[in-house]
């Protein structure tokens, strides 16, 4: 069975200072990984996804994210954070086969 | 383009009642999934669809059913309300394939009392 792993239900940083939202999975087979943000009262929002390629893919609002494959890892970066930023971020896993499966979330708070 | 559409927006149920929530795409999407966020929680997936005539069961299938006769269309249908269905459902939907990003409905929020 898939899975995905959020380890930090809360993240906090200040505006300017670089984050990570961490994520790992476990699937068999080569994943399709995905970022979403959430804010709100609202549905999710994409942000970057990683199919194959280079390790290092860039997304939306100045996000990247970072794919290792021997630690099954795919963690959520920004430079320089910002208070807009702050909101519900999503990891997820999709197979070959269309089944996806989403981690708890992380909640970023980026304060001034 | 509307993209994804979910009717209705709120409802609250008793229990034991039934009902229907609806979720339209039209970007011509294969790929259809239905998602329920718990306070606080992530998404899981309850159902899902590959193409019309086709579904398949999620992480938490109980107490729901779906059809998908059509490619726009992908119904998810409660029987016997409970308490435990009481959730903000997504509906979600993508192209052609699993390596194409998720575009999501506004969700509804279910109250089941």
């Known amino acids: 069975a898939q899975s995905v792993a959020q380890p930090e239900d809360q993240v906090n940083v200040a505006e300017g200072n670089p984050l990570t939202v961490k994520c790992t999975y476990s699937v068999s087979g080569n994943p399709y990984l995905f970022w979403y943000v959430q804010y709100p009262n609202r549905g999710l929002q994409f942000l970057l996804k990683y199919i194959t390629g280079d390790n290092l893919v860039k997304g939306s609002y100045g996000f990247e994210a970072e794919f290792n494959k021997s630690q099954t890892s795919f963690h959520l970066k920004k430079p320089s954070a910002l208070v807009s930023d702050s909101a519900l971020y999503f990891c997820a896993v999709i197979t070959n086969a269309g089944k996806s499966t989403f981690g708890d979330g992380t909640t970023l708070t980026v304060k001034p | 383009n509307a993209g994804v559409t979910q009717t209705p927006k709120f409802r609250i149920l008793k229990i034991g009642q039934s009902m229907t929530l609806q979720c339209a795409q039209d970007m011509n999407h294969n790929y259809m999934y239905w998602y329920r966020q718990d306070p606080g929680m992530g998404l899981k997936l309850i159902y899902y669809s590959v193409g019309a005539g086709i579904t398949d069961k999620g992480e938490v299938p109980n107490g729901y059913n779906v059809s998908r006769s059509t490619t726009e269309d992908f119904p998810l249908r409660l029987e016997l309300a409970a308490p435990s269905q009481t959730s903000v459902y997504f509906c979600?939907?993508?192209?052609?394939?699993?390596?194409?990003?998720?575009?999501f409905g506004s969700g509804t929020q279910l109250s089941v009392l």
């Open positions: 979600a939907s993508t192209t052609r394939g699993p390596n194409e990003k998720l575009f």
